[in-house]
């Protein structure tokens, strides 16, 4: 299989030692995922892979630390878990690691922040964000209590997926299970089958059920300045997209629950799925 192109590796790696260098930290960074320099790859082949945040402008290197890693590993046929911890280097140079399988097939590579760290925004830049992000618990407890007005704070983790191709053929249903992540993007057909769907049906589960009103956005990472196609989730939490025909391509979305006396106002998980498609 042929990699991504050796500019879009340099870019990547440019702008995250650009942040690492200068400390960067963007509050409006809402997106986050898992970027291997190649989604498709050939059995035993290691490829590098870096932890992206934010989109356009705000795109970088995460900063994300490693205690705040509670799980990182890869899916395989028949529920097969292999753990890829050992496997991270944190922000390093080049990479934050580096992905590898000796056996053929799908793989869904699966990383989970724990919920330790915490945005507090002006009442003006939060409401925004909420409106932005469609997060719809969060613009109903504020205006049912009065509070649009008031600066709020949230807690919040990442939970991101990458679909990784490694060899010919496999279960293509490996990527159409649930991992077990609080918030999670299921997509209902493999975007890796052949031949390739037409259309790319997802379904949002938050906390193991369907979550209906949440946006989805789907973003090209090659022109990420806006998402190119966005829909929020019916009744079942389902949602249904353009299939890409090549490229790398991101899929996020975010959701909240307000919290009481906990020391902030809302507990909010970012979530994503990541694909990609040979050159």
Same mark, same amino acid.
């Given at each position: 299989?042929?990699?991504?192109?050796?500019?879009?590796?340099?870019?990547?790696?440019?702008?995250?030692?650009?942040?690492?260098?200068?400390?960067?930290?963007?509050?409006?960074?809402?997106?986050?995922?898992?970027?291997?320099?190649?989604?498709?790859?050939?059995? *035993?082949? =290691?490829?590098?892979? @870096?932890?992206? !945040? &934010?989109?356009?402008? %705000?795109?970088?290197?995460?900063?994300? #630390?490693?205690?705040?890693?509670?799980?990182?590993?890869?899916?395989?046929?028949?529920?097969?878990?292999?753990?890829?911890?050992?496997?991270?280097?944190?922000?390093?140079?080049?990479?934050?690691?580096?992905?590898?399988?000796?056996?053929?097939?799908?793989?869904?590579?699966?990383?989970?922040?724990?919920?330790?760290?915490?945005?507090?925004?002006?009442?003006?830049?939060?409401?925004?964000?909420?409106?932005?992000?469609?997060?719809?618990?969060?613009?109903?407890?504020?205006?049912?209590?009065?509070?649009?007005?008031?600066?709020?704070?949230?807690?919040?983790?990442?939970?991101?997926?990458?679909?990784?191709?490694?060899?010919?053929? *496999?279960? =293509?249903?490996?990527? @159409?299970?649930? !991992? &077990?992540?609080?918030? %999670?993007?299921?997509?209902?057909?493999? #975007?890796?089958?052949?031949?390739?769907?037409?259309?790319?049906?997802?379904?949002?589960?938050?906390?193991?059920?369907?979550?209906?009103?949440?946006?989805?956005?789907?973003?090209?990472?090659?022109?990420?300045?806006?998402?190119?196609?966005?829909?929020?989730?019916?009744?079942?939490?389902?949602?249904?997209?353009?299939?890409?025909?090549?490229?790398?391509?991101?899929?996020?979305?975010?959701?909240?629950?307000?919290?009481?006396?906990?020391?902030?106002?809302?507990?909010?998980?970012?979530?994503?799925?990541?694909?990609?498609?040979?050159?």
């Amino acid at each position: 299989m042929a990699p991504f192109t050796s500019s879009l590796r340099r870019a990547l790696l440019a702008a995250g030692a650009l942040a690492l260098a200068c400390g960067v930290q963007t509050a409006a960074a809402h997106e986050f995922w898992i970027q291997p320099e190649r989604f498709w790859l050939p059995v *035993g082949t =290691p490829t590098p892979m @870096t932890l992206q !945040v &934010g989109t356009g402008t %705000e795109r970088q290197r995460s900063q994300l #630390p490693p205690r705040r890693v509670l799980r990182f590993d890869a899916t395989a046929r028949a529920g097969e878990i292999q753990d890829l911890r050992p496997a991270l280097t944190l922000g390093a140079p080049d990479a934050d690691g580096a992905l590898s399988f000796a056996r053929p097939g799908p793989y869904v590579v699966t990383l989970r922040s724990d919920a330790a760290a915490q945005s507090h925004l002006s009442a003006a830049r939060f409401n925004a964000y909420a409106e932005e992000e469609g997060l719809t618990p969060a613009l109903e407890t504020r205006a049912a209590r009065g509070l649009q007005a008031i600066d709020a704070s949230e807690r919040y983790s990442r939970q991101t997926k990458a679909l990784v191709q490694v060899g010919e053929g *496999g279960d =293509p249903a490996v990527v @159409t299970r649930p !991992v &077990g992540l609080d918030l %999670e993007i299921v997509p209902e057909v493999s #975007p890796y089958a052949s031949p390739r769907p037409a259309a790319l049906p997802v379904r949002v589960l938050y906390e193991g059920r369907p979550l209906a009103g949440a946006l989805v956005k789907l973003t090209d990472l090659g022109h990420d300045a806006a998402p190119l196609e966005q829909h929020r989730t019916d009744g079942e939490g389902r949602a249904g997209f353009a299939m890409p025909r090549g490229g790398a391509w991101m899929m996020d979305v975010v959701w909240t629950r307000p919290l009481a006396d906990e020391g902030v106002d809302f507990e909010t998980v970012f979530s994503s799925l990541s694909f990609g498609f040979p050159d």
